[in-house]
């Protein structure tokens, strides 16, 4: 559906400046998802630290020629005579308003849900059950957010039959805005949980906040067992909704659960709807997954499908795997997996994930692509949206598996293409075997199992990875950034190759959400980043002397903490015609490892940076040796003194701003009020808060596999040198993981555990250099079953703790062998 710009601007209440006529088909918010800069309107937000005014430059520069603006840029008439600039107070008001009124022009059913958990889970398994019958829209991935919603009811056009739609808010009076926007004619609470209860007084406030969507719904659909909820439903007195919950304890509840039978890894669900009693069978038996289903079977027997469908889909359902891997395979190809559904509009976002990963290799773009199924185009119309997608992404090599796609060869206009029927076809030809340095897209329906080419196309060099999670990453950062003010600067500490968390992908997950600097080490990491595209700010933390010139070379901005590493770089600097190179100033504020002092040597640093031109201070900082701790408060209220002190008066000596940081993770968090002009986040960004010693949002699970299983009798020993004995009969696992791979000997002999399948296995005899053993005597386990070392289940501190160290070591302690994989939800 396209609106003209002249309807847009009605639409939104915008004046308008500009007198180009076009048409609207595409909303952006996220200039580095540009599409069809043609046809799309893209909406300057202003959020915390990000605003979008400063990319309409470069957009109108690629093409786009409509903004929605909360400021007019100067002279607009003159630097953008082709544009249409359409000014509102509030650029995220209009955006919603927008949304609210293209929702306004359905009169089809539309499902709104909400809830702590399982939004996500009910939203794709109803449209697995819905799409048979139905031409569904819904929200991608999770697309949930104030920003997120309107984008998603965007997507509804004329041939949309049902909509389905996700509201999350993390926020009192978030959700007033998404029900407007999402209309929802069934609304449905899947559950409250724990999630962002920081932000509400206390669980019913939160519970209230979420049924704001159930007004103006027609019927509501949510768990009457739930004591907190169902009070909650009858405090709405301007309820007129038909109310259908479901109970397994209230026979009179519409929807009544008889039975819930568990056997293998089935659940058979027996229920009374409208006065009939049926069953069905779910393939999965947690109970998170039984709880969704009856929110999905009460929202379809409403839409009327029958129970016999019902219990057909149902049993068909398949898991929502959400993640996008990325994987190094063979012959210099990287693979991204994207193992989400298969649709239009997953393909999209996969695509555009590709492309905001820079490659300075500059290798090929290449998709495999199966048949898209349920997509309620006719395949003319599909495949020729798929070929669309393919020229404006950017796509080089498309390779088609399936009969459809063979059919509509001709749609898909890419330099290199070829077509095979089945994936067995396409591993049997040469396509298969060329490929090489390129940059693998992987998108197949489950039907045709795409394992078997990511299997073989997978670099296979230990059973042991670490498996980088980088959404948890971005949570972090958020986490840390919620208590900075809008203006302070961060830099992201990935030294040590991102503490073990593999610099590249995570610098390039940084850069992404715009971090100010990135910093490492020394010389060669930075050359690392520029080389992978990364084009952020780098710091280098210990500047060697030998390698001044590479960071000039590559833009690598330098600590400068002595007066001997400032000389020499001044003289380098200087033997290249280099003048105003940006270093950053350390001063020694009382760990006494590397820096000025700022009671002694301020003077004398004015002087010596006065007399050159070759580099600059642009920042100047220090480092806190206990803000993880209470502890060392007046300890550091001294050293933040002494840092006040030393950079006030560099600071004087200057006409430009040196800007000024000490808050490391803990310090964001202890000493917001000394967050300067910049903080420095470290640990956090991992998952691990050092105040506490717990984990926010998990980063890295190192896992492995059981590789042999021994029965062993009892009194005999395991391992080198005899350190274990069994006292009973046991079963011992042996694992693909030693201290070579950065497992801790001082784990061995009992002291420390792993888990296999959920229970804890101790490490029992020496670990050894490539294997340990583990006594998984009590666990059911198989040769072959997964094995966390550290992650989502087993703290990473958890283990520090008991080797008696901190997690930075265990951190960085993996060794590079161990393959790291990288994936998002
Ligand atoms: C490593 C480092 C940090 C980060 O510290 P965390 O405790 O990991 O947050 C900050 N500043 C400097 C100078 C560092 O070397």
């Known amino acids: 559906m396209t609106y003209s710009i002249e309807k847009v601007t009605t639409l939104i209440g915008a004046r308008r400046f500009g007198e180009r006529d076009t048409q609207i088909s595409f909303i952006l918010s996220d200039s580095r998802s540009l599409c069809f800069p043609e046809e799309t309107l893209f909406f300057a937000l202003r959020s915390g630290r990000n605003d979008g005014h400063r990319y309409i430059n470069e957009l109108y520069a690629r093409g786009v020629q409509n903004f929605v603006v909360s400021t007019l840029p100067q002279d607009c008439a003159q ?13 995220l008001e209009a955006l919603q308003r927008l949304a609210e009124r293209h929702r306004d022009e359905f009169n089809i059913p539309i499902v709104g849900i909400t ?13 697995q059950i819905l799409s048979g019958d139905f031409m569904v829209t819904r929200s991608p991935r999770s697309y949930n957010s104030q920003v997120g919603v309107p984008l998603s009811v965007w997507l509804l056009d004329r041939h949309s039959q049902v909509g389905i739609f996700e509201a999350g808010i993390s926020k009192p009076g978030e959700m007033l805005a998404l029900r407007n926007i999402i209309q929802p004619t069934i609304a449905v609470l899947t559950n409250i949980g724990d999630a962002h209860q920081e932000n509400f007084a206390s669980r019913e406030a939160k519970c209230m906040e979420k049924l704001q969507l159930f007004h103006d719904a027609q019927v509501v659909v949510y768990n009457g067992d739930d004591v907190l909820v169902k009070h909650c439903v009858s405090e709405q007195h301007d309820l007129h909704a038909e109310q259908l919950f479901w109970s397994c304890a209230d026979a009179a509840a519409p929807f009544y659960i008889n039975k819930v039978e568990k056997s293998g890894s089935a659940t058979l669900v027996t229920y009374r709807y409208a006065g009939e009693t049926n069953s069905y069978r779910l393939p999965f038996i947690d109970e998170a997954s039984i709880s969704n289903s009856f929110a999905c079977a009460l929202v379809a027997l409403k839409l009327g499908i029958s129970p016999d469908t019902l219990a057909q889909r149902m049993a068909q359902l398949e898991p929502i795997a959400m993640r996008l891997e990325v994987k190094e395979g063979q012959h210099g190809c990287t693979l991204i997996n994207d193992s989400y559904n298969s649709d239009i509009n997953a393909l999209d976002i996969a695509l555009d994930f590709m492309n905001r990963r820079p490659d300075h290799q500059g290798r090929r773009h290449t998709l495999i692509l199966s048949d898209i199924f349920q997509s309620g185009l006719t395949p003319d119309a599909l495949y020729r949206e798929v070929g669309t997608l393919c020229r404006q992404r950017g796509i080089e090599k498309f390779i088609g598996i399936g009969r459809e796609l063979c059919a509509h060869a001709l749609s898909i206009e890419v330099p ?33 199992n795409f394992e078997q080419i990511t299997d073989l196309l997978v670099k296979r060099v230990h059973e042991t990875t670490l498996e980088v999670n980088l959404n948890a990453v971005v949570k972090n ?46 010389a060669d990491e930075g050359v690392t980043l520029r080389r992978n595209g990364i084009t952020s700010n780098i710091m280098i933390m210990n500047p060697e002397m030998t390698a001044f010139k590479t960071m000039f070379d590559y833009d690598l901005e330098p600590e400068v903490y002595s007066f001997r590493l400032l000389d020499a770089l001044v003289k380098a600097a200087e033997k290249e015609g280099i003048t105003g ?10 760990m006494h490892r590397l820096g000025f002092n700022p009671s002694e040597d301020i003077s004398e640093l004015i002087s010596r940076l006065k007399r050159q031109n070759a580099i600059i201070p642009r920042s100047v900082f220090s480092h806190f040796v206990g803000s993880d701790s209470d502890e060392f408060d007046r300890f550091s209220a001294e050293q933040y003194r002494l840092f006040l002190k030393g950079s006030d008066q560099l ?28 903080c420095r986040l470290g640990l956090g960004l991992y998952g691990i808060n050092p105040r506490s010693n717990k984990t926010l949002n998990n980063v890295s699970t190192l896992q492995t596999t059981i590789l042999q299983l021994h029965r062993v009798p009892q009194g005999e020993s ?17 694992i693909p993981i030693g201290y070579a791979d950065g497992l801790d000997r001082r784990l061995s002999n009992r002291k420390g555990y792993c888990l296999v399948n959920g229970k804890r296995a101790d490490y029992v005899g020496n670990i050894c250099m490539d294997v340990a053993m583990i006594d998984v005597t009590d666990i059911a386990c198989h040769e072959g079953d997964r094995v966390e070392v550290f992650g989502d289940h087993l703290p990473v501190t958890a283990l520090s703790d008991i080797m008696g ?13 161990v393959k790291r994989v990288y994936f998002q939800d």
């Open 79 to 91: 630097h953008y005579p082709d544009a249409n600039f359409l000014l509102v107070l509030d650029t």
């Open 115 to 127: 809830g702590s958990n399982g939004k996500t889970m009910v939203k794709e398994w109803l449209n």
């Open 416 to 448: 290199e293409k070829h077509f095979f029927p089945t994936v067995e076809d396409f591993i049997a030809s040469a396509a298969f075997s060329q490929l090489h340095d390129e940059v693998i897209l992987l998108k197949g329906a489950r039907s045709f």
């Open 477 to 522: 950062l958020n986490y840390y950034r919620s208590f900075l003010h809008a203006d302070t600067k961060l830099v992201c500490m990935i030294k040590a190759d991102a503490y073990g968390a593999g610099s590249v992908e995570i610098a390039k997950t940084l850069q992404e959400h715009r971090v100010d600097y990135l910093a490492v080490a020394v």
């Open 581 to 590: 190179y940006p270093v950053h100033i350390k001063l020694d504020t009382g």
């Open 651 to 678: 600071q004087a000596a200057f006409d430009h701003k040196i800007l000024r940081h000490i808050d490391n993770s803990a310090g964001i968090e202890h000493f917001p009020e000394r967050q300067m002009d910049m």
């Open 718 to 734: 395991i391992g080198y040198s005899r350190k274990t004995f069994l006292t009973r009969d046991s079963i011992i696992g042996a």
């Open 805 to 817: 160290t901190i997690p930075y070591e265990v951190l960085t302690g993996i060794s590079n062998r």
